[in-house]
């Protein structure tokens, strides 16, 4: 398995990034998937869920800010993030909802404020 999150970056605060996730070694379509983050000196959190209905559900701290969605022709799911604030600054990994492993990299988002 594998899930390369791509397409961070430094944006000031009220930009926005579109987070993409490549997923390899799983059959991605029947998969429901998340974007976590890990903030310096927090514990990683869920953000955003898709299921494989595309059923979608946010945290609380990103609801109608985010959206999540995924190209299961393509293997790979997106984060649209507007309206980003300083403490959305985290390091995001996409992964699946059931058993997570291998969380790889993921990629830095940097909100100035």
């Known amino acids: 398995v594998e899930l390369q999150a791509s397409w961070g970056g430094l944006v000031q605060a009220g930009g926005c990034l579109r987070l993409?996730?490549?997923?390899?070694?799983?059959?991605?379509?029947?998969?429901?998937m998340g974007w976590y983050r890990q903030a310096p000196g927090k514990q990683r959190e869920l953000v955003a869920r898709?299921?494989?209905?595309?059923?979608?559900n946010y945290a609380d701290s990103v609801k109608g800010r985010f959206t999540i969605s995924r190209d299961n022709a393509k293997s790979t799911m997106y984060l649209q993030m507007n309206n980003l604030k300083p403490e959305d600054t985290a390091v995001y990994y996409c992964?699946?909802?059931?058993?997570?492993?291998?969380w790889g990299q993921g990629t830095l988002v940097t909100v100035s404020s």
């Open positions: 993409s996730c490549a997923a390899s070694g799983i059959v991605f379509s029947i998969k429901g």
């Open positions: 898709i299921t494989s209905g595309l059923s979608t």
């Open positions: 992964n699946t909802l059931v058993s997570p492993s291998n």
